[in-house]
């Protein structure tokens, strides 16, 4: 065996591996553990459509960079849930998005009372 495939077994076994069967190519190992992640995601997505990808990332302890092509590639996901959007803001967005809803929607109260549209920019 190589010192790349030495260090590849260890690093199998570290990550928490109980067994190795002889014959099994580390891609294959690869596959079985990316394969896993599909399926951990797509149960935590069906559970709960809006989950945040930070959360996901905590839930299923997959790295958040690894999240975002899983659920775009392997599960045709790429709508973002306002919600989502919403939970990964700080207190100080948080706050300024909430005004900027309020200016806008009591503008277009006002365009619908007084029936004029004007720019509401």
Do not use: W
Not at 41 to 52: F, G, K, T
Not at 54 to 78: A, D, H, K, V, Y
Not at 85 to 95: N, S, Y
């Amino acid at each position: 065996m190589s010192r790349t495939g030495t260090h590849e077994l260890l690093k199998h076994f570290q990550d928490g591996a109980k067994h190795f069967q002889h014959g099994v190519e580390n891609d294959d190992i690869r596959n079985i553990d990316k394969h896993k992640n599909i399926q951990d995601l797509h149960s935590a997505v069906r559970e709960n459509r809006r989950i945040a990808i930070c959360e996901l990332s905590e839930e299923c302890s997959i790295t958040f960079s690894s999240i975002q092509p899983i659920l775009t590639e392997g599960l045709g996901i790429r709508r973002v849930s306002d919600i989502c959007v919403l939970k990964l803001f700080t207190v100080d967005q948080k706050e300024n998005h909430l005004s900027v809803v309020r200016s806008v929607s009591l503008k277009l109260l006002k365009m619908r009372k007084t029936e004029t549209y004007p720019n509401i920019g």
